[in-house]
T-cell receptor, first 114, second 113 residues
Framework: AQSVTQLGSHVSVSEGALVLLRCNYS??????LFWYVQYPNQGLQLLLK??????LVKGINGFEAEFKKSETSFHLTKPSAHMSDAAEYFC????????????FGQGTTLQVKP | NAGVTQTPKFRILKIGQSMTLQCTQD?????MYWYRQDPGMGLKLIYY???????DKGEVPNGYNVSRSTTEDFPLRLELAAPSQTSVYFC????????????FGSGTRLTVV
């Protein structure tokens, strides 16, 4: 079975500081991994995805994530936080089979302080 | 290109009432999903469909029903609303398979009183 754990329900950084949002996964099959962002009162938007190609994945808005099989991790980073990055972030792993089902983590709210 | 459209955006229901949450997509995606989002719980899958005429239960299907008569539409039916169904509901679609990301609708915020 697949599962996702996001470490830290709330993360607070200063504007310009490094953003690090942690995600660990469990999967019985080679995983496909995703990060989504949700701005207040909106739907979720795909930030980036890992689908077994390069282990370092670059996404939109300057975010990137690195797939580390040995650590079963897929942490999201951004070198310099911007006020507009304040949002909720979700890590997700694709379920087994070809149904496209995603299993989501609990979410991490990112606060960016001026 | 509208993407995934959900209606209504907000709704208040009384206990025992019924309603249908509408979801339509114009991207010719085969796969569609309904999730509910509760604070601190992430998103939980209610039902999904891999094509017209094919639906299956997700993690939390009790109290809900779906149908998929066309590729475009995937309505979610609540028959007897209960306070536990107070949540934000998201519809999503993808072309096919495990390696495509979802396109999400903007959500329906439902309150059952």
């Amino acid at each position: 079975a697949q599962s996702v754990t996001q470490l830290g329900s709330h993360v607070s950084v200063s504007e310009g500081a490094l953003v690090l949002l942690r995600c660990n996964y469990s999967s019985s099959v080679p995983p496909y991994l995703f990060w989504y962002v949700q701005y207040p009162n909106q739907g979720l938007q795909l930030l980036l995805k890992y689908t077994s190609a390069a282990t370092l994945v670059k996404g939109i808005n300057g975010f990137e994530a690195e797939f580390k099989k040995s650590e079963t991790s897929f942490h999201l980073t951004k070198p310099s936080a911007h006020m507009s990055d304040a949002a909720e972030y979700f890590c997700a792993v694709s379920g087994s089979g070809n149904t496209g089902k995603l299993i989501f983590g609990q979410g991490t709210t990112l606060q960016v302080k001026p | 290109n509208a993407g995934v459209t959900q209606t209504p955006k907000f709704r208040i229901l009384k206990i025992g009432q019924s309603m249908t949450l509408q979801c339509t997509q114009d991207m010719n995606h085969n796969y569609m999903y309904w999730y509910r989002q509760d604070p601190g719980m992430g998103l939980k899958l209610i039902y999904y469909s891999v094509g017209a005429g094919i639906t299956d239960k997700g993690e939390v299907p009790n109290g809900y029903n779906v149908s998929r008569s066309t590729t475009e539409d995937f309505p979610l039916r609540l028959e007897l609303a209960a306070p536990s169904q107070t949540s934000v509901y998201f519809c999503a679609s993808t072309l096919q398979g495990r390696n495509y990301g979802y396109t999400f609708g903007s959500g329906t915020r439902l309150t059952v009183v």
